[in-house]
């Protein structure tokens, strides 16, 4: 159980462009699920949290304008990265809370821009 | 808000050895201490967590000990296996703040056989 997907795993756009990435809980409702970005050897940084029905929060420093998140449903949150640049080239990984807290990570995105 | 800081950040050991790794965190209303495994370029798996009203908990060789007093927590690996090579990041859940994790820096285990 708690399975997260992820998609697509692989995007590759130019710069300028908008990319839409998914992230879905497949056996499980969540409530909230989190967007983070990872560097090469890096650590995971959380960059929001999305709830269903409502606003994303975002960290500081996380543009909220160029980081659109949308948690239409208990099983479906969106991430879009609008007029992405290559600074934006990074892997993104989503997560959903089960329960008591627990994080069940997807098998994050990989997006590179040219 | 929460800090996690988490060493070392490299960790090599022998096969059948054990292997330790230390967090520490900034807020003491924090409340819930997972562990995460990352393979190379594979998602975080959840491998062992504790929460603010236990010490210790453990599944098979690995063990987590928290000290709220101090605000630390340790993850303890025994016998190890060149299997448990990967990145470990701790992390931490700040009290009321919707569930959000605090993650540390990472450790690169490398268990050589």
């Known amino acids: 159980g708690a399975v997260v997907s992820q998609h697509p795993s692989w995007v590759i756009c130019k710069s300028g462009t908008s990319v839409k990435i998914e992230c879905r809980s497949l056996d499980f409702q969540a409530t909230t699920m989190f967007w983070y970005r990872q560097f090469p050897k890096q650590s995971l940084m959380l960059m929001a949290t999305s709830n269903e029905g409502s606003k994303a929060t975002y960290e500081q420093g996380v543009e909220k304008d160029k980081f659109l998140i949308n948690h239409a449903s208990l099983t479906l949150s969106t991430l879009t990265v609008t007029s992405a640049h290559p600074e934006d080239s990074s892997f993104y990984i989503c997560?959903?809370?089960?329960?008591?807290?627990?994080?069940?990570f997807g098998p994050g995105t990989r997006l590179l821009v040219l | 808000g929460e800090n996690v800081e988490q060493h070392p950040s490299t960790l090599s050991v022998q096969e059948g050895d054990s292997a330790v790794i230390k967090c520490t965190y900034s807020?003491?209303?924090?409340?819930?201490f997972p562990w995460y495994k990352q393979e190379l370029g594979k998602r975080p798996q959840l491998i062992i967590d504790?929460?603010?009203?236990?010490g210790e908990k453990k599944d098979q060789r690995i063990a987590v000990t928290l000290n709220k007093t101090a605000k630390h927590f340790s993850l303890h690996i025994t016998e190890t296996q060149p299997e448990d090579s990967a990145v470990y990041f701790c992390?931490?859940?700040?009290?009321?703040?919707?569930?959000?994790?605090?993650f540390g820096q990472g450790t690169e285990l490398s268990v050589k056989p």
């Open positions: 997560s959903a809370a089960g329960l008591q807290e627990t994080q069940y």
């Open positions: 992390a931490a859940t700040p009290y009321n703040q919707g569930g959000k994790l605090i």
């Open positions: 807020d003491s209303a924090s409340n819930y």
């Open positions: 504790i929460r603010s009203n236990v």
